[in-house]
């Protein structure tokens, strides 16, 4: 029945008692770990509001589609997002030129289309020959290949601009 009596359960005791020190000091390094990420993190934040103003909007990369449900592609630019994305941000490229997609459902529905083939996502533009030959001007993720049809005048105003929308006609 019960040989050994208390004896028995100290070597076990002793085996919880160990791993018990050994997941403290893990929890130990894990904590200290922690402390620099916060640090390093505190120190970013800080480094980032510093230079902030000194970054232009051009040089930020352009806002990734938060669905792949009802894409759309910019014709003047091939920029891949949502019709809501387009709607609320405008398109990152073509701001600069003036087309004002940012609340206005008649442009986003003139100048994006629904209808494209293939995405690209560039992550380094001035490093990418793909960039280059499909004319990515900076991140984000773009159509291949556009299809659509833009009004007249829009695209008078872009040749004026000495601006190439990137759509093939429908």
């Known amino acids: 029945p ?3 009596g208390a004896g028995t359960r100290a070597p076990c005791l002793r085996l919880r008692v160990e791993r018990v020190e050994q997941e403290r000091s893990a929890d130990d390094l894990h904590g200290a770990a922690m402390d ?8 970013d934040e800080e480094e980032d509001t ?3 103003d000194d970054r ?3 040089d930020r990369p352009a806002t ?3 669905s792949l449900k009802g894409l759309r592609a910019c014709m003047v630019c091939s920029l891949c997002k949502t019709f809501e994305q387009f709607y609320n941000e405008g398109c990152d490229n073509c701001n600069g030129l003036g087309l004002q997609m940012a609340d206005r459902q008649d442009r986003v529905s003139e100048y994006t289309s629904p209808y494209f083939e293939g995405m690209i996502s560039m992550m380094q533009p001035e490093q990418s020959w ?8 900076k991140q984000g993720v773009y159509a291949m290949e556009v299809t ?4 007249a005048d829009a ?6 601009k000495n601006v190439q929308p990137q759509a093939k006609p429908a």
């Not at 659509?148 to 009004?151: D, E, L, V």
């Open 130 to 137: 793909v960039a280059k030959y499909q004319a990515i001007p």
């Open 155 to 160: 695209v008078e105003w872009l040749k004026n």
């Open 50 to 52: 510093e230079y902030a």
């Open 2 to 4: 019960l040989s050994g």
């Open 56 to 58: 232009a909007i051009a």
């Open 36 to 43: 620099y990420d916060d640090r390093r993190a505190d120190e």
């Open 64 to 66: 990734v589609p938060d």
């Open 148 to 151: 659509g049809t833009m009004p």
